[in-house]
């Protein structure tokens, strides 16, 4: 059972926006801002989208947010495009001193 | 560019030891602020991470895992390599060579991932 629960699937059409949540405990998103977000196509290595709960990396576009508030956080993509349609994965350092992660969110581009 | 590459075995037979190794280009094995994690996907998406190496020897790993793994770098061949030992089914997945963030402990992400290897544990 993954330690941070996201829904497993989302959808919405071309232009809108969606958010995707992730939700974990005071051991780790409640207690850190080190929430990372990836992006993982079939078959290929997951892509860092959002790191430290809300900067983005060169290269990721601007449609791409992140926010927390307690132990949830959220990945929000505005303007959806048919490229964005992948598994979103969240992340979060922990107090044990390592790394947990979600169980995926699959985004369906309608 | 930083590029990472795992190779090793698809197939290891259940008792058995798991060995993989990541090949870093592009960026320096022996950097002070570099951290090399390994991190893994069971079939049906889970993410689990398993552990780093940093400043060459020093090693930190998952609690759940830690009694089988073992994590070390060949800093002349630029390689980092995973030993998981007494395998099971549960094993079966796909792993990751991942770096930490370039400023190694001072960063709470991974910036460059390898392809990753599908490892079959088999009975």
């Known amino acids: 059972q993954p330690a941070l629960t996201q829904p497993a699937s989302v959808s919405g059409s071309p232009g809108q926006s969606i958010t995707i949540s992730c939700t974990g405990s005071?051991?780790?998103?409640?207690?850190?801002?080190?929430v990372s977000w990836y992006q993982q196509y079939p078959g290929n290595a997951p892509r860092l989208m959002i790191y430290?709960?809300?900067y983005r990396p060169s290269g990721v576009s601007d449609r791409f947010s992140g926010s927390k508030s307690g132990s949830t956080a959220s990945l929000t993509i505005s303007g959806l495009q048919a490229e964005d349609e992948a598994d979103y994965f969240c992340?979060?350092?922990?107090?044990?001193?390592?790394?947990?992660f979600g169980g995926g969110t699959t985004l369906t581009v309608l | 560019q930083v590029q990472l590459q795992e190779s090793g075995p698809g197939l290891v037979k259940a008792s058995q030891t798991l060995s993989l190794t990541c090949t870093v280009s592009?960026?320096?094995?022996?950097?002070?602020?570099?951290?090399w994690a390994w991190i893994r996907q069971h079939p049906g998406k889970g993410l689990e991470w398993i552990g780093y190496?940093?400043?060459?020897?020093?090693?930190y790993y998952n609690p759940s895992l830690r009694s089988r793994v073992t994590i070390s770098v060949d800093t002349s061949k630029n390689q980092f390599s995973l030993k998981l030992s007494s395998v099971t089914a549960a094993d079966t997945a796909v792993y990751y060579c991942?770096?930490?963030?370039?400023?190694?402990?001072?960063?709470?992400?991974?910036?460059?991932w390898g392809q990753g290897r599908l490892v079959t544990v088999s009975s």
């Open positions: 991942a770096r930490r963030g370039p400023g190694g402990h001072w960063e709470y992400y991974f910036d460059y």
């Open positions: 592009g960026d320096s094995i022996s950097t002070g602020a570099r951290y």
């Open positions: 190496i940093f400043h060459s020897e020093s090693t």
């Open positions: 005071s051991s780790d998103i409640g207690g850190y801002n080190y």
């Open positions: 430290d709960v809300n």
């Open positions: 992340s979060s350092y922990t107090s044990a001193g390592g790394w947990v």
